[in-house]
């Protein structure tokens, strides 16, 4: 092996990236002292910046009592407090909490709970889930199969569940015909889905699994006004269960704690992760409905499912220091103010921008949407790899963003997402948008636009 290779199975097998030795706040720090502005929070995930010292000395004390202790014969001090902060009061009807190391693993958990839930109520038919196209729901063979990211999905389709169908993402700015009113459009989709349980039998479907802001596949998609009380409707008159993936746009990203808070209904199931730790210990979470944990404990008794680090007493003790310091200093208004800021500032800088074809977002989750024409709305080619180019010009001007491809249907179109820390400052959103501005023109300017 060279001298200057590394060990690690990186994303790309072709170059290292520049190692992080340090964190400031909205700040990361690489190895040669250069300074990146993390305005996506690596993946919408570190909502209070780096290095937080609360969240340290957390994690410090709790691993000088008890690091591990696995959840066959022990629970844990920080998993019962943490769990008693998020369901105790069970927001939307969702009374217990299931710890696990990620967003796929919580989505696993969820589809499982699902399925577990029909057999234990005498339904076993119902193995069907319906998810949406353009959509993402983690890596994994099981959550792989659930979301409709085209990409991602592509080498692995052999292997990958005939249990799920998709149907159209509730996605204004490609789907909405021109000549239709929202409500119009919101009805389309409601019929389709229905179309969709009518096609499989509605007996033999389990859920409809949906994000309520779409993240990394789309960019920072919000569905249409009434669109969830429509999907939460056609749910219930089958019997289906409504499963949320709230692993990237949750946990106070759109501005409440829930996403779905704003859509003015609750689901069965929740997935969460990312923002739940702040990127301080792996950690997700799925949230269930008291009916259904009920229905599994006064039937067989045990949910049939499992991990070695399940609420992982470290990675609890992080995740409960995170959320109480977000209740405590009223983080939630933080967004909503910064979320403000964060639209009109996008709005100022690519309003008029003759290759941005569409700002979207909530709270501090915030998406802009590439296109080689405003008018017709076509992509680049995507052999331009243009968000690549922007990730990689907006890094060496000392900004981290997110930027993804596939945004129009898994293989056309660019778009850049945005997840600044809650503890973000009006001047680092400032700072945030001025460096992107530089990084998408000349990044089109390489290009020859």
Request: hydrophobic share 40%; glycine share 12%; net charge neutral.
């Amino acid at each position: 092996m060279a001298a200057n290779k590394s060990r690690v199975m990186h994303r790309s097998l072709r170059e290292t990236p520049p190692k992080a030795v340090g964190g400031d706040g909205v700040w990361l720090i690489a190895e040669d002292g250069h300074r990146i502005l993390d305005s996506s929070g690596g993946a919408a995930v570190s909502c209070l910046g780096h290095q937080h010292p609360r969240i340290l000395a957390a994690i410090a004390r709790q691993a000088s009592k008890l690091a591990y202790a696995h959840t066959g014969f022990f629970s844990s001090e920080p998993a019962e407090e943490l769990a008693e902060r998020l369901v105790g009061h069970e927001p939307g009807g969702l009374g217990y909490v299931y710890f696990v190391s990620g967003g796929s693993e919580a989505i696993e958990a969820s589809i499982k709970l699902a399925r577990q839930y029909f057999i234990e109520r005498g339904e076993p038919k119902r193995a069907r889930f319906i998810a949406r196209r353009q959509s993402y729901h983690g890596n994994t063979l099981g959550a792989l199969s659930a979301g409709g990211n085209a990409w991602r999905r592509e080498p692995y389709a052999p292997l990958l569940s005939p249990a799920f169908s998709h149907v159209t993402p509730a996605f204004a700015y490609h789907e909405k015909r021109d000549d239709e009113s929202e409500a119009a459009f919101v009805a389309r989709l409601a019929a389709e889905l229905e179309a969709e349980f009518q096609r499989l039998g509605p007996e033999n479907v389990a859920a409809f699994i949906a994000e309520p802001v779409v993240g990394a596949t789309a960019g920072c998609v919000p569905a249409p006004d009434g669109y969830f009380k429509a999907v939460r409707e056609i749910c219930n008159r089958h019997g289906a269960l409504l499963i949320l993936d709230e692993v990237m746009c949750g946990m106070g990203r759109t501005g409440t704690l829930h996403a779905w808070e704003q859509e003015g209904i609750s689901p069965d199931i929740q997935a969460v992760a990312k923002g739940l730790g702040g990127g301080y210990q792996p950690i997700g979470a799925m949230l269930a409905s008291g009916a259904i944990v009920d229905t599994v404990r006064n039937g067989s008794g045990a949910f049939q499912h499992g991990h070695t680090y399940l609420a992982h007493p470290l990675a609890c003790a992080a995740a409960l220091e995170v959320q109480k310091v977000i209740a405590e200093e009223k983080l939630l208004d933080q967004v909503k103010a910064r979320g403000h800021e964060l639209e009109q500032r996008l709005a100022d800088r690519f309003g008029n921008h003759r290759h941005v074809g569409d700002i979207r977002g909530r709270g501090l989750f915030w998406g802009i949407e590439l296109v080689a024409d405003r008018g017709t709305r076509q992509p680049f080619d995507p052999k331009l790899k243009l968000h690549q180019r922007i990730k990689s010009t907006a890094f060496a001007g000392g900004l981290g963003c997110y930027p993804s491809g596939g945004t129009a249907d898994g293989q056309r179109g660019d778009h850049v997402l945005l997840a600044p820390p809650y503890i973000a400052t009006s001047g680092d959103i400032d700072m945030i948008v001025e460096r992107l501005g530089a990084a998408v023109d000349s990044a089109l300017k390489d290009v020859g636009h």
